[in-house]
C-alpha cells in the first residue's frame, strides 16, 4: 500500500515538473510579482519583476545597470507612465525605454515609471522635471488602469466573478501565498490564466469606470491638470493611449473600443497632442503576442519593439 502510495506521489510529482518545464521552455506562461523590497525602498536597488532583473538608479527609476549615469550636458527624452512603461518581465535593453536609450545616444533617457504609479504620480514626476531640468521631451502613457485609482463611495457590484477574485485576495494567508506562488512557479499563473481569465476581467472592472460619468469626470480633470503643467512653457511633449490585450482578441474584431473612444473625445476637446496605439496593435499580425501571457496591460518584447518603432521618430 505505502509502495503504491509513494509510486502515484512521484509520478504527479514527475508531471508536475515535466509541465513546469515545458511551460518555461516555450514561454507559455511568465512569473508574477515584483522584489518585497522595492516597496519599502526603491532606490539604488536591485531587484526582481516578472521574473526579470532589474535596476534602479538614485531616484527610483530603472535603468540598464548599477551606479548608472546621467549627461547633464544631453538633452532630456522622460517616459511617464505605470508598470507599462517600467517594463516587468522583459530584460531592460528590450523594453521600449532601453531601445530608445541605445537608439538615442545624444538624449538622457529617464524611464520615470514605477510600478503602483497613478495618475496623480504623474503630475508630480512631470513638475519635478520642469522645475529641475532643461529642454525635456516627454513621453506621457495613458493606460486604462490610471482610472482605477478613482473611486466613487458606492460599492462596485460589476462582476460576481471579480467579487469572488477580490475576497480571496483579501484572506491574508490566501493572498501570501497567492504572492508566492505566483512568483516561483509558472504553472501556477497558467492556471490561473486559464480558469479566471484575468485579461477580461480586469478589462470588464475598467470599462464599466468609463462608462461611469463621475468617476470619467474626475479622470478628465487629472488629465487636463498635467497638460496645464505645459502651458507657456516650450516643451514638446505627446500623451499615448495604449490598449488593454483583451481588447486584441478576434483580430479587434468584436471589442468594445469605449475606454479609447473616450479617451480620445477628451484629447480633441482640449486640442492635446496624442496619439491612439489601438489601431497599430490591431492591424499588427502577431497582435495576440503583444502581451505577456495572461496578463491584461504589461507588454512582452515584442509588444516592446512596436511601441518602440513609434517613439524613436518623436
Same mark, same amino acid.
Given at each position: 500500500m505505502k509502495k503504491t502510495i509513494l509510486i502515484n506521489i512521484s509520478l504527479i510529482l514527475t508531471f508536475f515538473f515535466i509541465f513546469e518545464f515545458f511551460l518555461r521552455v516555450l514561454d507559455l506562461s511568465s512569473l508574477r510579482g515584483l522584489s518585497e523590497s522595492y516597496s519599502k525602498n526603491n532606490r539604488n536597488l536591485e531587484g526582481k519583476a516578472f521574473g526579470e532583473k532589474f535596476y534602479t538608479d538614485q531616484y527610483g527609476y530603472r535603468v540598464p545597470n548599477k551606479n548608472y549615469l546621467y549627461d547633464k550636458k544631453k538633452d532630456n527624452i522622460i517616459l511617464i507612465g505605470d508598470s507599462f512603461v517600467f517594463g516587468p518581465g522583459i530584460i531592460e535593453e528590450k523594453t521600449f525605454s532601453g531601445k530608445l536609450r541605445t537608439e538615442k545616444t545624444n538624449f538622457n533617457i529617464y524611464n520615470s515609471a514605477k510600478p503602483g504609479d497613478q495618475i496623480n504620480d504623474y503630475y508630480f514626476q512631470i513638475k519635478n522635471f520642469i522645475k529641475n531640468y532643461d529642454d525635456n521631451k516627454f513621453i506621457i502613457f495613458i493606460n486604462f488602469d490610471d482610472i482605477n485609482m478613482l473611486q466613487k463611495k458606492e460599492k462596485n457590484t460589476?462582476?460576481?466573478? @471579480?467579487? /469572488?477574485? $477580490?475576497?480571496?485576495? #483579501?484572506? !491574508? %494567508?490566501?493572498?501570501?501565498?497567492?504572492?508566492?506562488?505566483? &512568483?516561483?512557479?509558472?504553472?501556477?499563473?497558467?492556471?490561473?490564466?486559464?480558469?479566471?481569465?484575468?485579461?477580461?476581467?480586469?478589462?470588464?472592472?475598467?470599462?464599466?469606470?468609463?462608462?461611469?460619468?463621475?468617476?470619467?469626470?474626475?479622470?478628465?480633470?487629472?488629465?487636463?491638470?498635467?497638460?496645464?503643467?505645459?502651458?507657456?512653457?516650450?516643451?514638446?511633449?505627446?500623451?499615448?493611449?495604449?490598449?488593454?490585450?483583451?481588447?486584441?482578441?478576434?483580430?479587434?474584431?468584436?471589442?468594445?473600443?469605449?475606454?479609447?473612444?473616450?479617451?480620445?473625445?477628451?484629447?480633441?476637446?482640449?486640442?492635446?497632442?496624442?496619439?491612439?496605439?489601438? @489601431?497599430? /496593435?490591431? $492591424?499588427?499580425?502577431? #497582435?495576440? !503576442? %503583444?502581451?505577456?501571457?495572461?496578463?491584461?496591460?504589461?507588454? &512582452?518584447?515584442?509588444?516592446h519593439n512596436i511601441i518602440f518603432d513609434y517613439i524613436k521618430k518623436f
Open positions: 460589476n462582476s460576481q466573478k @471579480k467579487e /469572488f477574485v $477580490e475576497n480571496l485576495r #483579501n484572506i !491574508k %494567508l490566501l493572498n501570501k501565498v497567492n504572492t508566492i506562488f505566483r &512568483s516561483k512557479l509558472h504553472s501556477y499563473v497558467w492556471l490561473v490564466g486559464v480558469t479566471t481569465d484575468p485579461s477580461k476581467r480586469y478589462y470588464n472592472n475598467v470599462n464599466i469606470k468609463f462608462k461611469d460619468e463621475l468617476i470619467f469626470d474626475q479622470f478628465t480633470k487629472e488629465i487636463k491638470k498635467i497638460n496645464d503643467l505645459f502651458k507657456d512653457k516650450k516643451v514638446k511633449k505627446i500623451f499615448l493611449i495604449t490598449p488593454y490585450s483583451y481588447q486584441m482578441r478576434s483580430d479587434c474584431g468584436k471589442t468594445n473600443f469605449t475606454p479609447q473612444n473616450k479617451l480620445k473625445k477628451i484629447f480633441i476637446d482640449n486640442k492635446i497632442n496624442f496619439y491612439d496605439f489601438t @489601431k497599430v /496593435f490591431c $492591424e499588427e499580425s502577431k #497582435n495576440k !503576442k %503583444l502581451f505577456i501571457n495572461f496578463d491584461p496591460t504589461h507588454l &512582452s518584447e515584442h509588444g
